[in-house]
């Protein structure tokens, strides 16, 4: 438990805090992205838990510590450790709002068909890459276990974020099936919605974030573009702009669930 006079803004560690007064009983599930680790979200965790929410950011199976641990698994280990710490946060909450990164989203946008979350907050998800080349990899992973990545986002973003500086080739393979599972689930998403993309993001193609927003079935839904954030737009020069709309969407939730406004300040 970090106090908020001793806050590490750079740590792979998962992190759970619990919120206080009524807000307290909404839960946050925080889902990082393909090769990344939980301290993506470590700076807007500190101001939602600030606001009174309880946080909980996952590290899934592999990540936050090696690349060769992370090649021992899959789409279905990283969805499984989602979906355990969902059911455990969802115990000790009266609702959830899930929240993923990249990768992340296309798990938040599984367990939103599976589960009855509160609401689903969707940060550069991809539906479509810039890059061709993943498709390589399903050759590539009989010949190569690894692969360096060419960063296209600034070092200091990839600093924070601890994410990986190769990848294996097998878990790319992985990744563009969970890809390919998730993008077929999107008309079952009936949750609310918010979309973030990043103007700049040179992993996510600008249409992935239209394309979510028109195939999910969501009465309630958000998109919302940042022009000069990259892929790594929660830690990127507009971050605080983008924690704000986050938080008013979730504020928007919590208004429709207990009915006035009065009753969660």
């Known amino acids: 438990m970090f106090t908020i006079e001793s806050r590490v803004y750079k740590s ?14 909404t839960g946050i599930l925080m889902i990082h ?8 979200f470590r700076r807007i965790g500190y101001e939602l838990r600030d606001e009174g929410y309880t946080i909980q950011a996952v590290r899934l199976p592999g990540h936050g510590t090696s690349p060769e641990d992370m090649l021992r698994t899959g789409w279905t280990d990283w969805y499984g450790h ?3 710490n969902y059911d455990e946060l969802a115990a000790k909450c009266k609702s959830v709002v899930v929240m ?43 010949f190569i276990k690894y692969i360096n990545k060419k960063p296209k986002t ?34 079952q998403v009936k949750a609310p919605i918010w979309i973030g993309q990043g103007g700049r993001d040179g992993v996510v193609h600008q249409g992935s974030a239209a394309f979510l927003y028109e195939r999910t079935r969501s009465e309630s839904k958000e998109l919302r573009y940042y ?3 990259s892929h790594g737009l929660l830690l990127d020069q507009e971050r605080e702009l983008v924690y704000a709309d986050i938080a008013a969407f979730i504020l928007s939730l919590q208004v429709a669930y207990y009915g006035v406004k009065e009753r969660i300040r």
Do not use: N
Not at 12 to 21: H, L, N, Q, S, Y
Not at 33 to 40: D, H, I, M, V, W
Not at 116 to 142: C, E, N
Not at 162 to 180: E, G, H, M, N
């Open 100 to 142: 993923g990164h990249s990768m992340g989203g296309l798990l938040a946008l599984k367990l939103a068909v599976e589960r009855q979350v509160a609401g689903v907050i969707s940060l550069a998800t991809p539906i479509f890459l810039t890059s061709r080349k993943s498709a390589l990899a399903v050759i590539m992973q009989y």
């Open 82 to 84: 989602v979906l355990e």
């Open 33 to 40: 992205g393909f090769t990344g680790s939980p301290s993506e």
């Open 154 to 187: 600034l070092s200091t973003l990839l600093d924070e974020s601890c994410a990986y500086t190769k990848t294996p080739i097998r878990c790319v393979v992985s990744l563009r099936k969970l890809l390919k599972h998730v993008k077929g689930l999107l008309p």
């Open 12 to 25: 792979t560690e998962p992190f759970f805090w619990t919120g206080k007064g009524t807000k307290q009983t």
């Open 227 to 229: 022009a000069k954030s």
